[in-house]
């Protein structure tokens, strides 16, 4: 059998190419199989990695590796001369010899079955032994069971027997399941880059579904903390007929050369190329007289040419919120998962797949990833999905490239939404609301992964549509196409990103500045992290932005989002009093450690009276705070009393409000309730559309309009009137 010994890094790879082979190209399906490697590693004799090329490449572990290179070596000690069996006058052993020829041969075909043979052998032998008469004969016999022992040790030092030993009650000689239990290697089509363990690990599933014509099984396996993620997409369970025009037309589209404008737009190229790819597949039908699944096989083909392959099956997710690929690429995919967070997952992104992401990622951003700029923050985007890249590379990465993909929701997050996940509670949804309305300064503060952005995201849903939104970013995560959808006036700003400059892009402070010349707008900051924070604080303090400001920043307390802006980002202590509200959102884990909850654990005023310290001096005061025992966030008695600058603020600029605190609370009431029945009504009638955007932004615009109705029709802002009203027109719109 012809195979090639190929040196990658420290590593020989064995790869042998069984697509003519007249046997299953599988080593723990087919005797024939293992018998070919196992004769080719000897010959080869150190190797690493073993690949099994055919219609699908099998890539087996140095630790697979490893147990069928051991069962080679055993071969050779098992494989003796016939003398060492028996003396040549002996009477008895002629079936002896046969016996450890047949061993021999059979541990490079099944080892298991070739030791289960032994145990019996050795068995019938020592029985044998007690039996026999002849004291020559016996001393033959004791030799040849000796000999029998010595080859049941080497058998037992093998790896995979010892993996098996437990399960080999009943074992017939033959049945190759147990050696399905040990080798798993990865697997993928020809056609395409990404290996994959097929095989479903030992465990227990705990949920399964469909993501198109992708299948995604969890499990939970015993001794792991981790649950394991198994995905099949489409491309692994193509049919024979299937498989070879998908491997055909990919071949041919690889010649299809893009435009320059196609190359500066992904979409124009994804678009272009699906349209060859459907017509050419509308030819195979006609051709061959079949009937295809088009679509399905022309988006195999489109991402596996144009597309980000394997990582567009797995964004398809919308349980999916981070994927890790870690360097060096030995290790499988990990993700975070909404419902069971941490898993690892059976896919294995390969050199080849990953260089391509990353040529991708720099003709799509414009941004280099090399030596000398071993960092890359940008996005991707294809129909409706949209996740956040950052790609390390060396110099940065020492085992080379490297990628942390953040998946964005497809549509913006709501606060009835975070009602519903218990990240807030309706009186914090309704208080934030409030601020919105009053054209406060927010900052969402909090840790990696906290839910900054998507909190912020909530906040901007609560802008009336009335108001002009610009944006400012350094990556684009905010989903401003799907604001611009539901009508909004926004305009988004895309700026350099602090990392790794780039000379051709606006830096966030002129950014910011630009923002202030393009009139009376609501101004969302994606992050504030560097310089930005001096022009964004200048702008604040000298009121040029007369509606709301909100962005996020890392910091896991008040003081911490202080000591963040004045001492890493050096802004002025007075400056910084022109924070009004931050809020502070932090993942809870359990007492185990094994589950983690996003939650909101404060709502804090920022006081103006304070000189030094915002702390020592009581600057910062509590609006809500969050209580860990009943997992919920509570009004303090600041809030309660009327005691809040923020909220008086807000109420001396409105007739009905001023020196009427009652009217506020009923109106901060009154908003979380509404958002509350929101919710209630989609959970009791299963319809989750109400808690999206695209409905919450129409809920609100209601609430606006009724307002100014009993107002007019009353005098004043009746609560009970307008809740009623706003109630009916929810239950005639559903």
Not at 37 to 52: E, F, N, S
Not at 228 to 251: A, D, Q
Not at 695 to 707: G, P, T, W
């Amino acid at each position: 059998m012809n195979f090639k010994l190929k040196r990658s890094g420290n590593s020989n790879m064995l790869e042998m190419n069984l697509t003519k082979a007249a046997f299953p190209p599988v080593i723990e399906e087919s005797e024939a199989c293992m018998e070919q490697v196992i004769l080719a590693i000897k010959k080869a004799r150190k190797v690493d990695k073993i690949t099994l090329i055919a219609r699908k490449i099998r890539e087996y572990d140095p630790e697979q590796t490893e147990m069928l290179v051991q069962i080679a070596k055993a071969s050779d000690l098992i494989n003796i001369s016939k003398e060492k069996i028996k003396p040549i006058d002996a009477e008895i052993g002629n079936d002896w010899i046969d016996f450890v020829k047949a061993l021999a041969r059979t541990i490079s075909k099944d080892p298991i079955g070739a030791y289960v043979e032994l145990k019996r052998e050795k068995r019938w032998q020592e029985i044998e032994y007690e039996r026999e008469e002849s004291e020559r004969n016996a001393k033959f016999r004791l030799h040849y069971i000796k000999l029998l022992r010595k080859f049941t040790e080497i058998f037992e030092n093998l790896t995979l027997i010892d993996k098996v030993k437990g399960h080999l009650e009943g074992y017939k000689v033959g049945d190759r399941s147990l050696y399905r239990r040990v080798l798993r290697p990865a697997v993928r089509p020809n056609f395409t880059l990404t290996k994959l363990m097929a095989q479903y690990p030992r465990g227990e599933e705990i949920d399964s579904y469909k993501i198109g014509d992708s299948e995604v099984t969890l499990i939970k396996r015993p001794g792991h903390v981790r649950i394991f993620y198994h995905l099949l997409p489409p491309e692994f369970k193509l049919s024979e007929v299937e498989y070879n025009i998908v491997e055909r037309l990919k071949e041919s589209l690889m010649i299809y050369k893009p435009k320059g404008e196609e190359l500066i737009d992904p979409k124009t190229i994804r678009d272009s190329v699906r349209n060859i790819t459907e017509d050419m597949l509308r030819e195979e039908e006609k051709k061959k007289r079949i009937k295809l699944n088009i679509s399905k096989l022309a988006g195999i083909i489109t991402r596996e040419t144009v597309g980000f392959g394997i990582l567009e099956v797995l964004l398809a997710d919308p349980k999916i919120q981070d994927i890790a690929i870690n360097g060096p690429l030995t290790n499988p995919i990990f993700i975070y998962h909404a419902d069971v967070e941490d898993c690892e997952s059976n896919i294995y992104p390969t050199v080849e797949e990953t260089q391509a992401w990353a040529a991708r990622l720099r003709l799509q951003s414009g941004r280099p990833l090399d030596e000398s700029n071993p960092v890359l923050d940008t996005q991707i985007e294809f129909g409706n999905i949209r996740a956040r890249v950052a790609a390390i590379t060396r110099s940065l990465s020492p085992y080379g490239l490297s990628f942390s993909v953040r998946r964005h929701r497809d549509k913006p997050w709501t606060l009835p939404l975070f009602i519903k996940h218990g990240m807030l509670t309706p009186m914090a949804a309704g208080l934030l609301s409030f601020f919105i309305d009053g054209a406060r300064t927010m900052l969402v503060a909090g840790t990696r992964g906290a839910g900054k952005t998507s909190l912020l995201q909530s906040l901007m849903v609560e802008i009336m549509r009335r108001y002009r939104i610009i944006t400012v970013e350094d990556t684009l995560e905010l989903p401003v196409k799907h604001f611009m959808k539901m009508g909004y006036n926004i305009q988004s700003l895309k700026v350099r990103s602090p990392i790794i400059p780039v000379a051709s892009e606006i830096s966030a402070e002129n950014g910011i500045r630009t923002s202030l010349r393009l009139g009376d707008s609501a101004l969302i900051v994606g992050e504030v992290r560097s310089k930005e924070a001096l022009a964004l604080y200048e702008a604040m303090r000298v009121g040029a932005l007369a509606n709301v400001v909100a962005g996020t920043i890392h910091g896991d307390s008040p003081y911490g989002v202080y000591d963040r802006v004045v001492n890493d980002l050096g802004v002025p202590k007075t400056s910084f009093k022109a924070s009004d509200i931050i809020i502070v959102a932090n993942p809870i884990r359990s007492a185990d450690g094994l589950q983690r909850y996003r939650r909101v654990i404060g709502i804090t005023e920022v006081r103006k009276h304070w000189e030094d310290d915002p702390l020592r001096e009581k600057g910062f005061v509590d609006l809500m705070k969050y209580d860990a025992k009943s997992d919920s966030l509570f009004p303090t008695s600041v809030l309660m009393d009327g005691e809040s600058e923020i909220v008086n603020a807000i109420a001396s600029r409105v007739r009905d409000w001023v020196g009427n605190f009652d009217a506020v609370w009923e109106n901060i009431e009154l908003r979380g309730k509404l958002k509350k029945r929101l919710v209630g009504v989609a959970n009791a009638s299963g319809n989750a559309h109400l808690l999206e955007a695209d409905f919450v932004v129409d809920a609100n615009d209601m609430f606006h309009i009724l307002e100014g109705q009993v107002r007019e029709e009353l005098g004043y802002a009746d609560t009970s009137e307008i809740y009623n009203r706003w109630d009916k027109w929810l239950r005639t719109r559903i």
